[in-house]
């Protein structure tokens, strides 16, 4: 009788495992231990998520959307790209109204904090001279962009009514607006995975758009020699 070779021995152990499946291939639910972040797709967050909107009053995010599925998206004042996207938001908005509640984060330190003037009005400004109907939340430390990982401007990230995250990623593969019939919705995929309270099947994608600028780490004050 012959034996398996080494690479196919290891196979059939992997295939035989009974938790050889990805944990995000399952749908969720998938418990993460307790405290660790940044969240993965599948995974449950257990924290609740609360910012101030540009009003300064805060937003319990999960509290005020019992039932619906939470999209969020970083978002910057900057970016060119950003205009472009938030057609698309808007249109999403309008398409998923009652079930889904979008939330634009701004995670910029360097468009909410520094800079001449006070940068929270200048987003105000913005969003009254462009009748943008998206809310705008206040990431001001960059804690919730670290939670999730965010990357750039324009990375969304859907969170279902059990709040199970159900996908990451950008808001389509189109960011030129130039594939036509090749465009892939990824964003709106991930929606309706998050209404059917599973993980979308393209979970991971990548965003376009600018850099998020964080807060810079705050160095050592070095006392002086004696």
Same mark, same amino acid.
């Given at each position: 009788m012959k034996l398996p070779t080494l690479a196919v021995a290891l196979s059939? +152990?992997?295939a035989l495992a009974p938790n050889a499946q990805n944990p995000q291939d399952k &749908? &969720?639910?998938?418990? !993460? !231990?307790? &405290?660790? /972040?940044?969240y993965k797709v599948g995974w449950r967050i257990r924290d609740h998520i609360e910012l101030p909107g540009l009003d300064g009053k805060l937003v319990n995010l999960f509290e005020a959307n019992e039932e619906k599925v939470i999209v969020l998206v970083f978002w910057?004042?900057?970016?060119?790209?950003? *205009? /472009?996207?938030?057609?698309?938001? =808007?249109?999403?908005?309008?398409? %998923? $109204? @009652? /079930? =889904?509640?979008? %939330?634009?984060? +701004?995670?910029?330190?360097?468009e909410i904090v520094s800079g001449v003037g006070d940068p929270l009005e200048k987003i105000r400004k913005f969003q009254k001279d462009s009748k943008l109907p998206l809310k705008i939340l206040v990431d001001e430390a960059n804690k919730v962009a670290d939670d999730f990982k965010a990357l750039s401007a324009n990375h969304a990230f859907v969170i279902d009514s059990k *709040?199970?995250?159900?996908y990451a990623g950008g808001i389509d593969n189109d960011p030129k607006g130039l594939l036509k019939d090749k465009k892939i919705p990824w964003l709106q995929l991930g929606i309706d995975a998050g209404l059917a309270s599973k993980? $979308?099947?393209? +979970?991971?994608?990548? !965003?376009? @758009?600018? /850099?998020?600028? *964080?807060? !810079?780490?705050?160095?050592?004050v070095k006392k002086d020699k004696l």
């Open positions: 059939l +152990a992997f &749908g &969720g639910p998938d418990e !993460p !231990p307790e &405290g660790n /972040k940044p910057s004042l900057r970016d060119p790209q950003c *205009r /472009k996207e938030e057609v698309k938001l =808007v249109e999403l908005q309008e398409r %998923y $109204a @009652g /079930k =889904v509640s979008f %939330y634009l984060v +701004a995670s910029n330190h360097d *709040r199970f995250l159900r993980n $979308a099947e393209i +979970a991971l994608t990548r !965003p376009n @758009g600018r /850099k998020l600028r *964080r807060k !810079p780490e705050e160095k050592p």
